[in-house]
């Protein structure tokens, strides 16, 4: 079974400082993994996926996310934030031996960016 | 939330009511989703379709009904069997299974009077 933790509730950052928001997984094999935000009563929004290849993924709005297979994770990272970035983000695994392609969502992460 | 449509945005349903909540996806993707999110509890699949004529329960379908008669639609009932109905509601879709990003749409808050 797959499964994905975001261990920290909320992250608190001043703008212009470096932005982390972590994400571990659980999965047999390589996983499919995902970054989502979501603003106020709105949908989620994909950031970026890592599925094989080069850890270092580039998403959208700046953001990026390092696979780390021997520590199973999978960071979101921005170098400096901004205050629009603050909003509720998600981590997601997709295990690739599911011909269904179900995901797993971690319970999401509150990230304030003060200014 | 572009190619995908959810409507109502809001949807008041009293208690023993069976309400539907639409959704619509013009981006020709086989799969679709729904989810639940509650605060705190992240999302929960509550039923996902990869073909016409087919879906799945997903974690938490107790309460809940789906229909696929068409691809681009996937109507999900909340039937008065959901004993905890308010919610925020979100559909997705995807091209297929795999590596495929599921692309969602723009929500609809239930709330149970």
């Known amino acids: 079974a797959q499964s994905v933790a975001q261990p920290e509730d909320q992250v608190n950052v001043a703008e212009g400082n470096p932005l982390t928001v972590k994400c571990t997984y659980s999965?047999?094999?390589?996983?499919?993994l995902f970054w989502y935000v979501q603003y106020p009563n709105r949908g989620l929004q994909f950031l970026l996926k890592?599925?094989?290849?080069?850890?270092l993924v580039k998403g959208s709005y700046g953001f990026e996310a390092e696979f780390n297979k021997s520590q199973t994770s999978f960071h979101l990272k921005k170098p400096s934030a901004l205050v629009s970035d603050s909003a509720l983000y998600f981590c997601?695994?997709?295990?690739?031996?599911?011909?269904?392609?179900?995901?797993?969502f971690g319970a999401g992460t509150q990230v304030v960016v003060t200014p | 939330d572009g190619g995908i449509t959810q409507s109502p945005k809001y949807l008041f349903r009293k208690e023993g009511q069976n309400v539907t909540l639409s959704c619509e996806q013009n981006?020709?993707?086989?799969?679709m989703y729904w989810y639940r999110q509650d605060p705190g509890q992240g999302l929960r699949l509550i039923y996902y379709?990869?073909?016409?004529?087919?879906?799945q329960k997903g974690d938490i379908a107790e309460g809940y009904s789906v229909s696929r008669e068409k691809k681009e639609s996937f109507p999900l009932t909340v039937t008065s069997a959901q004993k905890n109905p308010t919610a925020f509601y979100l559909c997705?879709?995807?091209?297929?299974?795999?590596?495929?990003?599921?692309?969602f749409g723009p929500g609809t808050r239930l709330t149970v009077l």
């Open positions: 997705a879709s995807s091209k297929s299974g795999g590596s495929d990003t599921q692309y």
């Open positions: 981006l020709n993707h086989d799969a």
């Open positions: 997601a695994v997709r295990d690739p031996t599911d011909s269904w392609g179900k995901f797993q």
């Open positions: 890592y599925i094989t290849g080069d850890n």
């Open positions: 379709s990869q073909i016409v004529n087919d879906f």
């Open positions: 999965v047999s094999g390589n996983p499919y």
